[in-house]
């Protein structure tokens, strides 16, 4: 049974840093589809970042490039995403995804490209 262990959510003032963690278990595939999401109340969720495990490539929604850092601790079955200049609107359930994915065009920031999903944790930036 494929499980998504989020942690590292919080609250902080605008400007801060958090660093989320996503644990995945019973999930072992070579060629992965990593990804966070976020979904600020009353709105749709939308893709942050993503991480294509072969190779590490990773890709940004425009609202987060320069500031956020996905990235992967394979041993660990882990992926991070590192979050600086966090700003109120950054405010939202950040969700981690996953799932197989035997080349990268498979691994796009949409959620129709993820399986499994973790349950979220929550991220309020105040001003």
């Known amino acids: 049974q494929v499980q998504l262990v989020e942690s590292g959510g919080g609250s902080v003032q605008a400007g801060g840093s958090l660093r989320l963690s996503c644990v995945a278990s019973?999930?072992?595939?070579?060629?992965?589809?990593m990804g966070w999401f976020r979904q600020a109340p009353g709105k749709e969720r939308d893709g942050v970042a993503r991480i294509y495990t072969l190779g590490g490539i990773t890709t940004y929604a425009d609202s987060v490039k320069g500031r956020f850092t996905i990235s992967q601790d394979n041993a660990k079955n882990t992926v991070y995403l590192q979050m600086n200049s966090l700003q109120p609107e950054d405010t939202a359930m950040y969700y981690c995804?996953?799932?197989?994915?035997?080349?990268?065009?498979?691994?796009?920031?949409?959620?129709?490209?993820?399986?499994?999903w973790g349950q979220g944790t929550q991220v309020t930036v105040s001003s």
């Open positions: 995804a996953a799932s197989p994915a035997w080349s990268i065009s498979s691994c796009r920031l949409v959620e129709t490209d993820f399986n499994y």
């Open positions: 019973g999930y072992h595939y070579n060629r992965n589809c």
